[in-house]
């Protein structure tokens, strides 16, 4: 599936993207507040959307994933994923853009599009996002998009708080 928002293209993740994909992750800012497994090479990307692309192997999730371009740009400028839940009527989103794009709008615009898409399958009422408290740049898009506050979790390694949304609200 290939979606298009005003400045932005979303194609479903493939296997072809990791290259692209693999000097976008490989920017250490990224992590500063995600705890994600950093992948070493271009063929240890491959073997992840390889995974991600066959997709979940229990009945009861779905898991999406696109991969963020700008409309001016050939390379991409990052992801956004969810795992929908219909059973529980819940979807879990994240997002990871590149530094090089942040402050400009894309992860909300692309993080709109995506709770769109996902209100339009109508098995899904909610959508949770998981920051960490000190993650202030993604707690201000969730919020821009309607967030509220639901709860506070504690990690491992951080103190995260779980945002949350209906679907019936416009994105
Ligand atoms: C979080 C992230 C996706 C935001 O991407 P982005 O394209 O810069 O986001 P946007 O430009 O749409 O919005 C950023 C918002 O954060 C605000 N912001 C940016 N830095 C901030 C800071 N240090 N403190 C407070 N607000 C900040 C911006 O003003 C903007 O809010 P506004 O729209 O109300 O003005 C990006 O920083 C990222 O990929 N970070 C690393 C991965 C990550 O943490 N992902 C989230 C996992 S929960």
Same mark, same amino acid.
Not at 129 to 144: E, H, K, M, T
């Given at each position: 599936m290939i979606a298009h928002t005003s400045r932005l293209r979303l194609e479903t993740l493939s296997e072809a993207h990791a290259s692209?994909?693999?000097?976008?992750?490989?920017? =250490?800012?990224?992590?500063?507040?995600?705890?994600?497994?950093?992948?070493?090479?271009? =063929?240890?990307?491959? =073997?992840?959307?390889?995974?991600?692309?066959?997709?979940?192997?229990?009945?009861?999730?779905?898991?999406?994933?696109?991969?963020?371009?700008?409309?001016?740009?050939?390379?991409?400028?990052?992801?956004?994923?969810?795992?929908?839940?219909?059973?529980?009527?819940?979807? =879990?989103?994240?997002?990871?853009?590149?530094?090089?794009?942040?402050?400009?709008?894309?992860?909300?615009?692309?993080?709109?599009?995506?709770?769109?898409?996902?209100?339009?399958r109508g098995d899904i009422d909610r959508a949770q996002a998981q920051i960490d408290q000190r993650n202030f740049a993604s707690i201000a898009v969730v919020r821009r998009l309607g967030f509220m506050f639901s709860r506070t979790m504690v990690e491992e390694t951080s103190i995260d708080t779980l945002f949350e949304r209906g679907l019936n609200l416009p994105a």
């Amino acid at each position: 599936m290939i979606a298009h928002t005003s400045r932005l293209r979303l194609e479903t993740l493939s296997e072809a993207h990791a290259s692209a994909m693999f000097p976008v992750l490989s920017d =250490e800012r990224l992590y500063a507040y995600i705890p994600d497994v950093r992948y070493v090479s271009v =063929e240890a990307l491959q =073997e992840r959307y390889r995974r991600l692309e066959r997709g979940s192997l229990s009945p009861e999730e779905l898991w999406w994933n696109f991969i963020v371009f700008r409309h001016d740009l050939p390379t991409p400028i990052g992801y956004v994923q969810a795992t929908l839940m219909p059973s529980l009527r819940l979807a =879990e989103v994240a997002y990871v853009l590149s530094p090089l794009h942040w402050g400009r709008g894309y992860a909300t615009e692309a993080l709109s599009w995506l709770i769109s898409e996902i209100g339009r399958r109508g098995d899904i009422d909610r959508a949770q996002a998981q920051i960490d408290q000190r993650n202030f740049a993604s707690i201000a898009v969730v919020r821009r998009l309607g967030f509220m506050f639901s709860r506070t979790m504690v990690e491992e390694t951080s103190i995260d708080t779980l945002f949350e949304r209906g679907l019936n609200l416009p994105a």
